[in-house]
C-alpha cells in the first residue's frame, strides 16, 4: 500500500512523493485524507529551517498535524470501523521518511485510538480542530482567567477570542497587520499603538515573537499573568525589574491534550463555537508548493487547506 504525500526533503524544498505505508495492524485503521491544513507556525518552522531542536526533528518529513478523511479500512480490534469522518492529528506510517507530523498525506495508517470522528456536517473545517484545541488549552485551567489581551489577529488568536467570547469575556486583539484586522465579533481588533490600557489580568501571545515579553509585561496589572501559545524559534528574555514590580507570572501553554480536542469539537458540533471564516484558501494537493509558498508569504491567507480528494 502506498499513497502520495508532501515531502520536505530538506529546508525549503518541498516534493509531492509516493510513499510505501506500514501495513495496518489489528487496532489500526486506514484513512484516505480529504483535506489537510497547512500551519503557519510549526510547519513554516520546519519549512525554513529554523524549528528549534525537537524530538524526531529531521529531514526528509511529512509535515501536518491537520488532517481530515474517511476510514476505508479498520483492524478487527481498532476503535472505529470504516465510513467515519475522523480527523487525524498526525501518522508515523512512511518508513524512513519520517511522519512528523504526518498528517500530509493522500492515504494515513494511523492507530483507531489517534484519530476522532466528528459530525459530518463540519467538513472542510475539521481541520480547524488542532488549532481550536490548542486556543481551548491556552485559556482553560483551574485556575486560567479568560485572556482580556490577545496579540495576533490569525487563525490562533481568532479562535482564542471566541472561546474568550463564550466564556464572558470582551478581549481586545493586537494586530498590526491591517489585512487581518476584520472578522472580529464579540471583541475589538486595534493596533498596539493606539491601545493604552495598561492594566490586564491575562494576555495570550499567539504571535511567536520572542521579542515582545517586556512590551507585554508593560501592559500587566499586578499579579497579572502573560500566557505563551505562540511557537518560538528564538530565546525569550525579559528585564527583570518591571516584573517584578507587577509580580508577573509567565505560562508556556504546551500543545493541546484529548480533553481540548473533546471540548472544543462539542462546542463546534453543536456551533457555539463557529469555525466560519478561517479557511480563507484552498488548492489541489498537486499543486502542494505554490500552496505552502502562500500560506507562508501571504498575509491575506489565514488558513490553506490542501484537497486530496483527486490525489490517491
Known sequence: MNALAVVLEK????????????PAGAEDVVVDVEWSGISTGTERLLWSGRMPPF????????????SVGRVVAAGERAAVQPGARVFVPGARCFGDVRGLFGGAAARVV?????????????????VLLALAATAHHAIVGSDAQPPDLIVGHGVLGRLVARLAVLAGAEP??????????????????VHPDDDARREYRTICDVSGDAGLLDTLIARLA????????????????????????????????????ESDLAAVRELAESGRLSLDGLITH?????DAAAAYRTAFGEPECLKMILDWRSTR
Open 222 to 257: 499586578r499579579g497579572g499573568e502573560i500566557v505563551l501559545a505562540g511557537f518560538y524559534s528564538e530565546p525569550l528574555s525579559f528585564t527583570f525589574p518591571p516584573a517584578f514590580m507587577r509580580e508577573a507570572r509567565i505560562r508556556v501553554a504546551a500543545e493541546w491534550r
Open 11 to 22: 529546508p525549503e524544498h518541498l516534493v509531492l512523493s509516493r510513499l510505501e505505508l506500514s
Open 282 to 286: 484552498r488548492r489541489d494537493a498537486g
Open 172 to 189: 481586545v486583539v493586537w494586530e498590526r497587520n491591517p489585512e487581518r484586522t476584520g472578522g472580529a465579533k464579540g471583541y475589538r481588533v
Open 110 to 126: 494511523v492507530p483507531g485510538s489517534k484519530v476522532v470522528p466528528f459530525d459530518e456536517s463540519l467538513g472542510e473545517r475539521g
Open 55 to 66: 524530538p524526531g526533528l529531521g529531514y526528509p518529513l511529512v509535515p501536518g498535524y491537520e
